[in-house]
Each structure stands twice: as structure tokens, then as C-alpha cells.
């Protein structure tokens, strides 16, 4: 509440308390589902699992206590019950559970959370294991078509021992969202839940060198420029389809972006910050585009001259522009024009100016 008006706002926490929230503010503990919702959440798991209810016994009961009702951790350890006895799962986690050491990452994160994920994950054949964890370094969600692009390239197999075709991709996938490491919103797009890219990435960083993990980020660059170029080209063939399909792989180029950046990779940077400028800039998100834009100058240069030293001088011409034609839009002609200056004044001086 700030000057007699009225905002609301909902933080989510893993953590108790949050040391620099000093307004005042309520707070609510969100467990796990209650008894009965277990049972309805349950009774719809093991039936897509295709578990046989006889088989489970009294103690399939104590496998949902032993979660506390956490859907997530549901659908990681319900589909177990397809192939082994209720008795023996809630043996197995019981145990393992008592052996966790939760590392400093794992602060707010149940602790049979992490078990049953590690237990349900070294029951997964070899190559799902070895390949499934290359999925942190997507976000919210993964796309057949652009994993297998990857997948199937000889940069991935270098790293992976083993290249993977469209039906080896599509049956990892179908095999992560039968074991409840996926879900899917269409046949051949899947979504990632909050919590498994930290899992995914432990795995991941467990199998392969840090050297490695750079090569598999650059081919995540790779086909995202590519698919970015694309988007632009549809935005401009269909702005509504365009859209649509850039707001929904957001996550994904944002993260290829910060990789880009990281690498000094300033074309690819800037063919993936294209589709999101002109996306937010058709919708007015003029907050978030120049959050983006001023990250994006900290790394590549805040002025034509450390521009030019880190080599993304092209960039920079690109940023500036579109923050000029920005003020333009928003009416600010003193702002457009003292940047349209800045680009000018640049231009003139090259030897071709």
C-alpha cells in the first residue's frame, strides 16, 4: 500500500523468512495435499502409470505420508508402484532418506523431495539417465523439434558418447513424463517444473567436465539464434503467430542470451534479442526492454568506445537504436534525439562514414 492506494503483492519462498522484507506483510505455510486430496491426486497417478491397485497394500499409504503430500514427489514415486511392491518403495526411501546429507544448494528443499527424484532417477535406463539431465539447461519448458536438432548433431555426440535421432529424443522424452520428470502440454512440447533444473544440472556437472558443459551450452546458442532468426521472420509473415510463438519459448531465449553474452558471441546475441525488443515493444513492456537492453550494454559496452574493445560494437548500435526509436514512440523527441546523436556521431567517424 503506497500513498492511499492498493497493491498487493504474492511472494513465494522456500524459506521461513526473508531477512530483507521489512514492510509489514502476513504469511502462509503451504503443505502438502491433505489426506483425501492424496488419495484422488494418487488414485489418477498409479492409473496413468497402469499400477495394479491390488498390489499395493497398507503400505502404499505410508508412501504418501512419507512425501507429506507433495504432488511433485507424487508423480516421481507413484509410477514406481507399477513395478515394485508398495513395501519395498517405502523401505527403500525410508532408508535413503536416512542417509541424506542435503548440500548448501538444497536450503527450503524437502529432503524426501531430492531422495525420491534420486531414487526414481537410478531406476531409469543408462541412456536416460546420461541424456535426461541435458534438460537444465533449458527453462520452463523443451520442445521436440529444437532438442532434436541438437541431439542428433555430432557437437552433441562428442560430449554424449552417442548422437540421438527424433524417435530416440521423442522416447526420452515420453519415458521422463512417464516417470513424472516432465510434464506435457502437447505431444511433442513438454514442461520442466521449477525444481528439476537444479536436479537436472547436479546430474549434469556429476557426468561431465566444465569444458564439456560449455560445449553443450553453445549448441544451445546455436539453434536458439537460429530459431530466433526464424521467429523474426514469422513475426513479420504473422505478427499474431509470431508472437505467440516467441512469448512461449521466452524462457528458453533469454537463457541462450545469457549465454551468449557470456561467450562474447555478439551476433548471436543480438539475432535473440531481436525477437523479444520487437515483442515487447509491440506489447509496450517498455520496463522489461530496458531492464534487458541495460543488461545487455554491461556486457557488450555502455559506450561506443568499450563497444568497440569488446568487439560488440554492432550490438551497441542495435541497442541504441531501438532505445531511440523507443523515445520517439513515448514522445521524449530531447531523449531520441540526443541518442540518434550518439549513433551519428559514431557513424561519421569510421572511415566509411
Known amino acids: 500500500v503506497a500513498e ?12 521461513d523468512q526473508e531477512p530483507w522484507l521489512t514492510v509489514p506483510h502476513g504469511g502462509y505455510r503451504l503443505g502438502g495435499l491433505d489426506r483425501s486430496d492424496r488419495i484422488v491426486l494418487g488414485t489418477r497417478l498409479l492409473e496413468e502409470a497402469g499400477a495394479d491397485p491390488m498390489r499395493l497394500g ?15 514427489a507424487m508423480e516421481i514415486a507413484l509410477p514406481l508402484l507399477k513395478d515394485i511392491p508398495a513395501s519395498v518403495l517405502v523401505g527403500e526411501l525410508r532408508s535413503e532418506l536416512g542417509q541424506h546429507q542435503p548440500g548448501a544448494d538444497e536450503e527450503g528443499r524437502p529432503a524426501y523431495l531430492t531422495v525420491v527424484m534420486e531414487h526414481a532417477f537410478s531406476r531409469m535406463t543408462r ?8 534438460l537444465s539447461l533449458f527453462r520452463s519448458r523443451v520442445m521436440l523439434d529444437i532438442l532434436t536438432h541438437i541431439t542428433q548433431e555430432q557437437a552433441y555426440k562428442s560430449v554424449m558418447g552417442e ?19 516432465l510434464e506435457p502440454i502437447t505431444p511433442s512440447v513438454y514442461q520442466i517444473h521449477p525444481s528439476l533444473p537444479w536436479f537436472y544440472g547436479r546430474s549434469l556437472y556429476r557426468q561431465f567436465s566444465q569444458s564439456a ?19 523474426m ?13 516467441i512469448l512461449a519459448e521466452e524462457g528458453n531465449i533469454t537463457q541462450a542470451l545469457a549465454l551468449s553474452l557470456e561467450a562474447g558471441q555478439w551476433e548471436n ?6 525477437p523479444l525488443a520487437q515483442v515487447y515493444r509491440m506489447q509496450k513492456r517498455y520496463p522489461e526492454l530496458r531492464r534487458l537492453r541495460r543488461q545487455l550494454l554491461e556486457t557488450a559496452g555502455a559506450t561506443a568506445e568499450e563497444a568497440e574493445e569488446t568487439g560488440g560494437i554492432d550490438l551497441w548500435l542495435y541497442l541504441m537504436g531501438t532505445e531511440a526509436s523507443e523515445a520517439t514512440d513515448l514522445g521524449d523527441l530531447t531523449r531520441s534525439e540526443e541518442l540518434n546523436g550518439l549513433l551519428l556521431s559514431y557513424l561519421e567517424s569510421q572511415p566509411e562514414g
Not at 64 to 69: A, I, Q, R
Open 163 to 181: 548422437q540421438l535421432g527424433w524417435g530416440a529424443t521423442r522416447t526420452l522424452l515420453r519415458t521422463a513424463r512417464s516417470s513424472g520428470f
Open 233 to 245: 521472420e514469422t513475426l513479420y509473415e504473422n505478427q499474431e503467430a509470431g508472437t505467440t510463438a
Open 213 to 231: 558443459i560449455q560445449q553443450l551450452e553453445q549448441e544451445i546458442v546455436r539453434v536458439y539464434a537460429d530459431t530466433a532468426d526464424y521467429f
Open 58 to 72: 497398507p503400505e502404499y499409504l505410508e508412501v504418501l505420508e512419507l512425501v507429506d503430500g507433495h504432488p511433485l
Open 4 to 15: 492511499g492506494g492498493w497493491t498487493w503483492t504474492l511472494l513465494v519462498s522456500r524459506r
Open 127 to 134: 541412456r536416460s539417465r546420461v541424456h535426461l539431465p541435458f
Open 269 to 274: 546475441a543480438q539475432l535473440l534479442v531481436q
